[in-house]
DNA sequence: CAAGTGCCTTTATC
DNA sequence: AGATAAAGGCACT
């Protein structure tokens, strides 16, 4: 049965981009029908104008799962500290951070580093299908995402054939640590932004920025900044003035981050932008990998 | 079409 | 502390 939710004024929302930005990676586009798993359950899911429509879900999942319930156009005044982030908003405008599953939102991210949009989709649609359990709906096949037991147990050579690479070891030892000592990554909720990340950082596989994406899509942190290549980009483009000129020339030259460099541009975002900074920084990393 | 580059970085080592 | 290297393999140019 398909549920009608009419969005309000106040309640700017744009699916597509929500669903396309990076942020998650396992909704498909069939016709003008976004399919997603959730959870155990298929989500069926369409907008139209200002009209949105679901099956096979509750309304208050899906205000709970697609961040409904923030003011989001309080938080995109709020953002719009400078003309560039007035126009990275003004490009997205109805972009929603998701409020994602704390345990495959880490796995994805472990997955993530070092990688592209297109294999991180292929890599966690084959531990899906390889490790997860089945679900059928509508005639059609899909599969939760494994649960951590599941993957705790698996071999190194089937996670390798998800294209994991060297990051196989890492979710696999992730996958134990949460079994084995019986991690609830949902309580992190209730922590504080540097109690959360902390605990994250214990995770194998986890530095900085993969524990900023968890905290940020997963764990309601709408502060976490995650600083990478795009965003480092933009703040070398877009905001070198903040920063003395020795770091700025530093940071230009090399690959990667040193961990006091991220830890300096994330936290210059957070001070920048405020207690919603995780907005700012998904709105300029769209902006600037669709330019 | 081949080869090169880049990828929502982390870890190990010195 | 800070610098450096290594680590799959896929997608895009």
Excluded at 59 to 66: L, M, P, Q
Excluded at 244 to 262: G, M, Q
Aim: glycine share 8%.
């Amino acid at each position: 049965m398909v549920v009608l939710l009419r969005l309000g004024r106040g309640c700017v929302f744009d699916l597509g981009v929500s669903l396309c930005c990076g942020q998650v990676f396992r909704w498909e586009l069939v016709g003008d029908w976004w399919w997603g798993v959730v959870g155990d359950g298929v989500w069926r899911v369409r907008q139209v104008g200002d009209r949105l429509e679901f099956e096979n879900v509750e309304e208050e999942r899906v205000r709970e799962y697609f961040g409904l319930n923030v003011d989001l156009p309080r938080i995109l005044r709020e953002i719009g500290k400078d003309e560039y982030a007035r126009k990275a908003v003004e490009a997205f405008k109805g972009l929603r951070i998701l409020r994602q599953d704390p345990w495959e939102c880490l796995v994805s991210y472990v997955c993530a580093t070092y990688k592209g949009i297109p294999a991180i989709k292929k890599m966690l649609f084959e531990l899906s299908r390889r490790f997860g359990h089945k679900i059928m709906f509508e005639n059609r096949t899909f599969y939760a995402f494994p649960t951590a037991e599941k993957l705790a147990r698996a071999s190194m050579n089937r996670l390798a054939e998800c294209g994991l690479g060297y990051r196989a070891r890492y979710v696999r030892e992730t996958a134990r640590k949460v079994h084995d000592e019986h991690v609830n990554l949902e309580s992190l909720r209730k922590a504080g932004y540097d109690d959360a990340q902390k605990e994250l950082l214990e995770f194998p596989g986890v530095g900085p920025k993969v524990a900023d994406c968890v905290l940020l899509f997963s764990l309601e942190k709408l502060e976490a900044f995650p600083v990478d290549v795009w965003v480092r980009r933009v703040i070398l483009r877009h905001y070198a003035q903040h920063f003395p000129d020795k770091f700025i020339n530093k940071i230009s030259e090399e690959k990667s981050l040193s961990n006091s460099e991220y830890a300096t541009l994330s936290l210059w975002g957070r001070k920048y932008f405020g207690k919603h900074a995780g907005y700012a920084q998904e709105y300029m990393y769209h902006y600037e990998r669709t330019r």
